[in-house]
Every structure is written in structure tokens, then in C-alpha cells.
């Protein structure tokens, strides 16, 4: 059979769609015998059942007595479907997924080709006849069927033919059809998935509170406490997920296996073996905290430290007030959401699935199976990364510092000015082929969790930046010269740090004018230019564009959910008959009122915080953050389930308010806390409801534990946060011995200073009105792109996704190219060569890989922080002192400005200052 692709097909939509029940032919998967392959596929002939082997990446099972469940399930439904039903499966399959960025060109030309192809069986004599609403060019298409569904097939041949040929076409088209109609067309979502559920095993248990509680609190206080630190130490979900394991495992073999009734529920301390979805709803708990902490404990810090702000009036009542209105606010939009971002089947969340396949390696019996050559198990290869990854970790950031900050064009020349700025890892642009070998650094852009196409289009991005920041600065494009290129920092008219402080009342918090005009606006260097015009750019852009691609979709979601609301006794998931909706209606479902109750009394709490307290925030300035979450949150929700890309709303609402209430600090810190933390809450939310669904967790279950882990990781977090200001001697002070220097706090201070004290119109209106420009400049931006993705040629713009070539500018200030080139080898390495060469090796192990890596960096890191770095244990040699010599270590501009401008200062003349 010839390899060309199908081209110029188009599709209508089939008149109804078959789909199995979710019983499959009364299969019970879990407590059911395994089955031989004897059993399954009785219809089969053994070469028939090999190419559905082959096709699973089943193939090499070291015995074929007791088949995997899944292998079960695809083969029961084979024997389910007929040809016609399979080829209605696919001709809808082709329609939903023709633009689906995530679908692989091969699967996708494969189906085409496998209805093309029922010409042969239907006698059809037209070469160029219309099918079924399927028209083909005959020029790009082979017909050729070497065997029907009825011929024997030789064995020895099947074992070498690839498994997007067609070598049968009759069961080949019930295969594909099978695999779409009860598993999932995405090889990212089989390799993390099953297609099948038993809705009696055991999920919201005893343990599962018990070592999600503790858990949750070990993480809220690590997380916490060395947020502030700088380098900081977090506590990754991938750490978690290790110790939840065994935590499990303690719980199933030491608590007694008693029940007792409470009210009209049973609890049940020790049900049995613990299991995947006990672990799945445990990694939910605990997710809260996972790697990160509260984003207001910024704001909380910045209010009540003497370093910053010192409001004497920040107490526990306004703290908790103030907590929990953010943190819970979000969770009330993400019942809306589910419509966009859970329940559809092209919102795949890449961002989660590491995450699945390591709980799934940890707690399922996989049986042996030899993929191209490779007998090991995945979980013995997680622990083996693991450990390497962890021992491998001291050599880059300890030991041989170079291999992980590895400038060396700049070792060359370590006083070339010129070379630094374009090659240099601390304060240059980046362009460096071989910039590390720590995978710390390697894995910021998230290689083996994002599809290729995400990475590429982000690196793609950052080449246009790199050569946007290069013309700014050497133009001295509003002054920029005098300042160093990639730095986020602010500066004075001489070019020395900008204090903020400085300008600001102490006693009020309010701007000051008389200080202002001594000390005069800040600048900004030409990479934060550049970063700031693409956010202003990237808003406009990415709300119009998401919405003039994807309005169908979004459409029929606000229909589904209007339709609910008016029959609100109708299921959540009406409209969704894809495979994992459908194992999902087993569960009762979350009713969106419950939802809404969060979202009214977080609105309250959240009232009450700026009536009851000097907070200097309008009541307004609630509901203008909820109104403008409540428009973003779809276009940003969705393109971030889409391809893995998220961004702020951070930027715009600094920007806003910041017109709006000009000269206050206090009003644009609060309502940019609630601003950026509904939208970035309820997209937490939102990605644990699709580990949820992915996982088959009862809905409810998963809204229960979410609530109680964010209630108890707020105090918590409280309650860590004012043991550091009062307890830790000179927290925040820019020289704390034990590095606790607030960085996070201190940009949070800047911006509030920046945006709301001394305000935007006096530094884009007065200083860089072109920035305002960006915003027209990325609306009118939108339309051509749209065009071109809706009409353009299929194969070169499926994978376009401009919105995330805009955010590969926001890399910069102070990041740059060194931290995201070599994650593009690695993508390409494995997201897209082996992805499409040895997609069974991907499958079993891509994931765990990922996993591995950086569950063995962030267990290393914690140790490393308390056995070396807490008491400064340096080691001082050439190793680990070349990458901070030289320029770039020490980047200045290429103008002095004490020297080369005007009066020893440059930008606006005094009493001129905007």
C-alpha cells in the first residue's frame, strides 16, 4: 500500500453518530478475568489480531494470556461495530479535528484515506465521484487495498507493516473508529487514559483526607516560607505525588479496617488496596499548593512590612479577608467554564498529563511489554530517572556551576560589550546554541509536556523579539541606550536603580509631587519595552483571534449553557457524547448553584474587606475585576487547554486602574490581586476538574476536596507569612544574611508604585506613547491572522498560532533565549521525531521521562538548600566563577549617561518631567 497522504478531502457531517454504551456487552473491566486472546475478537483472524496489537502498542506483551484491559475493551468494540458505523465515526472525527492542532497530520490523513477507501468495497466507478460528503482528489490518493476484511493475512508480513497503512481495510476502519468512539483520538491522551471505568472502586476515603490534609500543610509551609528567598525552594506536585504514594500505602497497611456511620454516611478507614483514583483525588487536594503559594501573600507582605508600605492597620481579620475572597472568587466562575475547558475533547490540557502518567505508573499493574526494543517497566524507569536526575542535579548548581549558566561565546571575549549584549546568559539577548546542561533551565518552556508546535511558535516569537530589543537599543530608541538591554528593573535619568519609595508619602502610602519632581519618572530598559508593548498587543489580539476562530465552538458551549440554565434538571453534560463524558454520567454532577455560592460569598468577603478597612479601594473595583475575568477567562481558558500557553491579566488591569484611580498603590495592588487571581484560580480549578474526568472522579468529590485544601492552605500560608515578619531578623531587607530578600514582595511593591502611585499616564502617556499604540496595533493584527488560519493552506497554518508567536516576546526582561533554545531541541527530539518515529516508546515512556527529570531536580533542590546553600557552603574554583566574569555578569548600557548626555541625565529636562 502506497504511503502518500490524502489531500483535498472535504467533509459534511453524518447524519448520527453510533455510540457504544458504556457497559461494554456487560465487560465489567475491573473485577472481570483478564482475558486471553483467544477470547477477544472471536470475528478475527491472528493476523487481524496483530494489527490491532500493533496498532495499541500491544505488540510486544511478553504473553498474550492475560491482555491489558484496554486491549480488551478495543477489541470488544471492533466486534460491535459494522463498516458503515465505523466509517460515520470517522467522517465526523475528520470534520471535528481537520483544524485541531493537537491531532497528528499522519492519524488524520490515515482516516481520510480509510474512507476514501470504501470505493474499493462499495464498487464505486467514478474516480472522482462524490462519497458519503467526502470529495476526493484522485491524484492524491492510493486505493489500494491488498486485502479485505475477510482475507487471511500472511503473520510474518503483518509483524513489519506500519500501522497507518492499509493493509485491511475492514478492520482497520473499525479499529480507528473504535479507538475515537471509546478511547480518544489523541496519542497524548491514550498514553495517560483508559478507555473504561468501574464507578465501585474507591475514591473519596478516609486517606485520602488524611494524607491530602497533611500533604496540603507540609506544602503550604514549605511553599511559604522560601518563597521569599532568593533562590527560592518549592515543593513540585511531582515531589508530592511521590510521597503520596507511600503515604497511601502506610494508611492501607496500618489503619484498622473499621466502618461507622456518620448521620446517613458510612466511613470506611481502610477499604482495601489503595488506589489510582484515592492517588488522582489526593494529587487534587494537594495541587492548591503545589509548587507555589497565594498570590495575594504578596500583597499582604507588601502592606504590612516596615520595608514596604507598613500599614499598621493589615490585621489577622483584614488578612483573612482578603485571602479568602481571591482565593475562592475564581472558583465560582469555573462552573462556567466547563462547558469550554473540560468537558470539550479538544481541550486536552497538556499541562496535566505528566502528571496522570506518573500516578498511573505508581498504581497500576502494567503488564511487560517490549516497545522497540525496551523491556523496561515504566515504573522502574521513573525510578531510575529519578535517581539520576537527582544525583545528576549536584554537578550543574553545585558543583560545576558553568554547565548550568554556560555563557561561554562570552569567555572568548569577556569585555566584549557587543558579544555579551547578543550572546550573553545573565545580561544579554541569549542567542546561544549550547546554552546548558541543567535541565532546570532546559525545561522552563516545558519540552516533553507541550506539543512541538507550542514550542515552536514560542521560539519563533523570541526571535522577532530578540531582534525587536537589538534595533530599540541601538537606536537608543528612548534612551534605552544608557540603560542595560534585558533587565526588568527601573531606573533614574542617570542610570542607577529607581527606588520607588522615594516618591511616596510614608505616612499615606499616596504619591508624593514635590518628591517626584526631585527624582523624576522611571525608565525602562529596551527589552521591558518591548515585553510591555507585546502584553498591550497580545490582549486585543488574543480575545478577537480566539473568538473569530474558535466562535463555533465557544458558540455551542454558551447554548449548552444557556440551555442549562433554562432546564437547569438537564445534565452538565449535555451535548458531550465524546468517550470520557460519557463514563462521567456514572457520577452525580456538580449543579452550577454551587458554584455560584462561592462566587456570592467570596463577592462579600471581599466587600467587607474594603468597606471595613482603610484599603483605599472602591467597592467598584470588585466587580470591575470579576467583569474582566468574566471576558477574558474563555479566550485565555481555552487556548491554555488547547496548546499549554497561559498568560495574565495582570498587565491590563495595572494598566486600567491605574488611569483610573491615579496616585493610589493601595486600590491597584488589591484590585490587581483579585485581577489576576480569579482568572489564574479558576484555571487551577478548572485544570483539576479535567485530571477529574480524565481520571473518572465523581464530580462532587472533586469539588469537595478543593474547597477544603484552599480553606486550609490560606490559614496556613497566614499563618507562616506574619511568623516571618515579626520572627525572621530584617525579613525583606535587600542585605538578609539568609537571603530572605522578598523579591517576589519587591516587584509587587514596584508595580504598585509604578502603575498606581505614580500612574500610567505620566509614564506611557508622558514618557512612551507609542505603547498606547499597541493596543490598536493588536486588534487590527487579529483580522489578517484570522484570515489566514480560516483560508490559508491547511498544511502550513494549522499549526499557526499566533497568540503564542506574541508571547514568545514576553520571554525577555530578564530571561532571554538561553533558557528556551535548548528546550526546542529537546521538543523536537521527542515531541515530534519520536512522537511520530516510536510513537509506542513515547507513549509508555515520555511522560515518566518528564516526570523523572523534575521530580529528581525539585527532591534534590530541597536537599541541596538545607545541606549547602542555607549555610553557604561555596566552593569557589574556576568552574564555578567563569560565568560571572566579564560583561555579561555586569551589563551597563552603551552610553554613560553622566557622560554622554546632556547635564549628566537623560529624558525629559527638570520641571519638564511628565
Known amino acids: 500500500m502506497s504511503g502518500e497522504k490524502v489531500a483535498n478531502v472535504t467533509v459534511v457531517a453524518a447524519d448520527d453518530h453510533i455510540s457504544p454504551s458504556v457497559s461494554r456487552a456487560g465487560l465489567n473491566p475491573l473485577t472481570s478475568s483478564p482475558l486471553s486472546i483467544g477470547e477477544v475478537g472471536t470475528s478475527l483472524t491472528e493476523a487481524q489480531k496483530d494489527i490491532v496489537l500493533r496498532r495499541l502498542h500491544f505488540d510486544g506483551l511478553t504473553s498474550f494470556e492475560n491482555l491489558p484491559r484496554e486491549v480488551s475493551v478495543i477489541f470488544e468494540r471492533i466486534d460491535e461495530l459494522s463498516t458503515d458505523e465505523a466509517v460515520e465515526i470517522l467522517k465526523v472525527a475528520i470534520k471535528d479535528h481537520e483544524t485541531d492542532v493537537n491531532v497528528s497530520e499522519q492519524d488524520l490523513d490515515f482516516w481520510k484515506a480509510l474512507v476514501v477507501n470504501k470505493r474499493s468495497h462499495a464498487f464505486a466507478s467514478s474516480s472522482n465521484e462524490k462519497l458519503d460528503g467526502v470529495h476526493v482528489d484522485e491524484k492524491n490518493v492510493s486505493h489500494d487495498t491488498s486485502s479485505s476484511s475477510s482475507e487471511v493475512l500472511d503473520y510474518e508480513q503483518v509483524n513489519v507493516l506500519e500501522t497507518h497503512k492499509i493493509i485491511d481495510w475492514g478492520l482497520q476502519v473499525r479499529l480507528e473508529a473504535a479507538l475515537i468512539d471509546t478511547w480518544s483520538p489523541y496519542a497524548e491522551v491514550r498514553a495517560v487514559t483508559v478507555p473504561y471505568d468501574d464507578p465501585e472502586v474507591p475514591v473519596e476515603t478516609f486517606r485520602v483526607y488524611l494524607i491530602g490534609i497533611l500533604w496540603t500543610a507540609i506544602g503550604a509551609v514549605i511553599n511559604q516560607f522560601f518563597t521569599e528567598r532568593q533562590p527560592s525552594i518549592t515543593l513540585a506536585m511531582s515531589v508530592v505525588q511521590v510521597f503520596l504514594y507511600p503515604s497511601g500505602l502506610i494508611c492501607e497497611w496500618v489503619l484498622p479496617k473499621w466502618k461507622f456511620k456518620v448521620w446517613k454516611w458510612t466511613i470506611d478507614l481502610n ?3 489503595y488506589t489510582f483514583k484515592e492517588q488522582m483525588l489526593a494529587t487534587i487536594f494537594c495541587g492548591v499548593t503545589g509548587g507555589s503559594t497565594s498570590y495575594v501573600s504578596y500583597n499582604i507582605l507588601m502592606q504590612k512590612s516596615p520595608v514596604f508600605y507598613d500599614n499598621q492597620w493589615v490585621d489577622w481579620g483584614y488578612q483573612i479577608l482578603l485571602i479568602l475572597s481571591t482565593n475562592f ?54 525510578f531510575i530517572v529519578f535517581a539520576a536526575s537527582f544525583v545528576y542535579f549536584w554537578v550543574p548548581n553545585y558543583l560545576f556551576q558553568a554547565l548550568s549558566t554556560f555563557n561561554w561565546m562570552t569567555w572568548i571575549a569577556p569585555s566584549n560589550q557587543n558579544l555579551a549584549v547578543v550572546t550573553g546568559f545573565f545580561g544579554g539577548l541569549g542567542l546561544n546554541p549550547i546554552s546548558t546542561f541543567d535541565w532546570n533551565i532546559v525545561n522552563m518552556s516545558s519540552p516533553l509536556n507541550l506539543p512541538f508546535f507550542t514550542i515552536a511558535c514560542q521560539i519563533i516569537g523570541s526571535f522577532l523579539g530578540f531582534f525587536a530589543i537589538l534595533g530599540v537599543w541601538y537606536t537608543n530608541y528612548k534612551w534605552t541606550a544608557y540603560l542595560p538591554i534585558n533587565s526588568n528593573a527601573l531606573f533614574t535619568n542617570r542610570g542607577t536603580r529607581y527606588q520607588v519609595g522615594d516618591v511616596v508619602n510614608i505616612e499615606t502610602s499616596l504619591f508624593d509631587n514635590d518628591k517626584y519632581q ?39 458551549a454558551c447554548q449548552s449553557f444557556w440551555r442549562l440554565m433554562r432546564n437547569w434538571k438537564n445534565s452538565t453534560y449535555d451535548g458531550f457524547d465524546d468517550p470520557h463524558s ?8 456538580v449543579p452550577e448553584w454551587a458554584y455560584l455560592i462561592v462566587l ?40 491554555y487547554a488547547r496548546t499549554g500557553f497561559a498568560f495574565g491579566l495582570n498587565v491590563l488591569v495595572e494598566l486600567i486602574i491605574g488611569y483610573i484611580l491615579p496616585g493610589n498603590g493601595l486600590a491597584l495592588a488589591l484590585i490587581k490581586a ?20 480524565y481520571a473518572k472522579l465523581p464530580p462532587r468529590a472533586v469539588y469537595r ?67 498606547e499604540w499597541c493596543f490598536l496595533i493588536g486588534f487590527l493584527a487579529a483580522f489578517p491572522c484570522i484570515a489566514l488560519k480560516r483560508w490559508g493552506p491547511k498544511n502550513w497554518v494549522k499549526k499557526f498560532e499566533p497568540s503564542i508567536i506574541i508571547g514568545g516576546f514576553l520571554i525577555y526582561a530578564p530571561y532571554n533565549l538561553s533558557y528556551y533554545l535548548p528546550g526546542v531541541y529537546v521538543s523536537f527530539t521527542f515531541m515530534y521525531y519520536i512522537r511520530n518515529k516510536f510513537e509506542a516508546w513515547w507513549q509508555k515512556y515520555n511522560y515518566i521521562l518528564s516526570t523523572g527529570l523534575t521530580a529528581g531536580i525539585a527532591f534534590c533542590s530541597i536537599i541541596m538548600f538545607f545541606a549547602v546553600l542555607y549555610t553557604e557552603k561555596d566552593l569557589n574554583w574556576w568552574g564555578n566563577s567563569v560565568p560571572f566574569e566579564g560583561v555579561d555578569f555586569s551589563m551597563t548600557g552603551w552610553l554613560n549617561a553622566t557622560v554622554d548626555a546632556p547635564d549628566g541625565y537623560f529624558g525629559p529636562r527638570i520641571g519638564e518631567f511628565p
Open 271 to 273: 477499604p482495601g488496596p
Open 329 to 382: 472568587m475564581g472558583v465560582g466562575l469555573a462552573g462556567i467554564m466547563r462547558k469550554f475547558a473540560v468537558y470539550p475533547v479538544k481541550a486536552v490540557w497538556p499541562s496535566i498529563l505528566p502528571g496522570i502518567a506518573l500516578n498511573k505508573t505508581l498504581l497500576t499493574k502494567q503488564k511487560k511489554n517490549v516497545v522497540h526494543g525496551w523491556a523496561i517497566s515504566s515504573y522502574r524507569f521513573f
Open 518 to 556: 526631585e527624582v523624576g519618572p522611571p525608565f525602562y530598559s529596551a527589552a521591558n519595552l518591548v515585553v510591555y508593548g507585546s502584553f498591550f498587543a497580545l490582549y486585543p489580539f488574543h480575545f478577537v483571534y480566539e473568538i473569530g476562530i474558535h466562535y463555533r465552538e465557544m458558540w455551542d
Open 582 to 589: 460519557k463514563l462521567m454520567r456514572a457520577y452525580p454532577e
Open 600 to 639: 456570592v460569598i467570596s463577592l462579600v468577603l471581599a466587600i467587607l474587606c474594603v468597606k471595613l478597612y482603610p484599603a483605599q479601594t472602591p467597592v467598584w473595583g470588585i466587580f470591575f475585576a470579576l467583569g474582566i475575568n468574566f471576558i477574558f477567562l474563555i479566550p485565555l481558558t481555552t487556548i
Open 674 to 693: 483579585l485581577g489576576y487571581n480569579i482568572d489564574g484560580q479558576a484555571q487551577n480549578f478548572v485544570n483539576d476538574l479535567k485530571q477529574g474526568h
Open 705 to 771: 476536596v478543593q474547597i477544603l485544601s484552599i480553606f486550609i492552605a490560606s490559614f496556613i500560608q497566614l499563618a507562616i507569612l506574619n511568623f516571618q515578619i515579626t520572627g525572621i531578623r530584617d525579613y525583606c531587607d535587600p542585605y538578609n544574611t539568609q537571603k530572605f530578600t522578598c523579591p517576589s514582595s519587591r516587584t509587587f511593591f514596584s508595580a504598585s508604585v509604578l502603575w498606581g502611585t505614580i500612574g500610567p499616564k505620566k509614564v506611557f502617556g508622558g514618557l512612551y506613547p507609542i505603547l
